[in-house]
């Protein structure tokens, strides 16, 4: 049984430059250090910083993130601006564009997932609901054998009870 992943934000970061071809103005210099990647390798928690700058960050992956420290501005897709700082947290879906800027620092804890391309996507899907299928019936057997056994004369009587009476002809 797997247990349980503890892991500090206060890492020693490794430098992670931004493409050059997406920094607008500044030279923002960025950082990371994966904290963990997933089993099946689509997923992964990391810990990122970033000196002041402006940039337009492509993403490739869904990035959930929760700002640790400083803050960044963040032009949408849609135009909206909105600035986030140390506490809030953000969600970027894979395919998107969003303009930084960053007055001064910002550290990150992202939780990043690449999608999975849609023949793998439902069939997976599928196959996890089967599967809280079955828990839910096993679950559902465990409580049923626990119950006491009834008399065979008792069920016998009950289904007599129960059916529709016959005529002979």
């Not at 990647?37 to 689509?42: M, P």
């Not at 990122?48 to 993130?65: H, I, M, P, Q």
């Not at 800027?101 to 550290?107: E, F, K």
């Not at 849609?118 to 069939?123: Q, T």
Request: hydrophobic share 40%; charged share 20%.
């Amino acid at each position: 049984m797997p247990n349980l992943g503890s892991f500090s934000t206060q890492v020693e970061l490794r430098s992670a430059p931004i493409n050059p071809a997406w920094i607008t103005q500044g030279a923002p210099t960025a950082r990371n250090h994966v904290l963990w990647n997933s089993t099946d390798r689509t997923g992964w928690a990391m810990v990122w910083d970033c000196t002041a700058g402006k940039f337009s960050w492509n993403y490739t992956v869904d990035e959930l993130v929760h700002v640790l420290e400083g803050g960044m501005t963040v032009t949408g897709p849609d135009g909206a601006v909105r600035s986030y700082k140390a506490g809030d947290v953000v969600f970027f879906p894979a395919g998107i564009v969003a303009h930084w800027h960053i007055d001064n620092y910002v550290r990150k804890l992202a939780y990043c997932q690449n999608q999975l391309p849609a023949p793998i996507a439902l069939p997976l899907r599928l196959a996890r609901r089967m599967m809280a299928l079955v828990r839910e019936n096993l679950s559902f057997l465990k409580g049923s054998l626990a119950r006491p056994a009834v008399e065979e004369e008792q069920c016998c009587d009950t289904a007599k009870t129960l059916a529709p009476a016959r005529t002979r002809k």
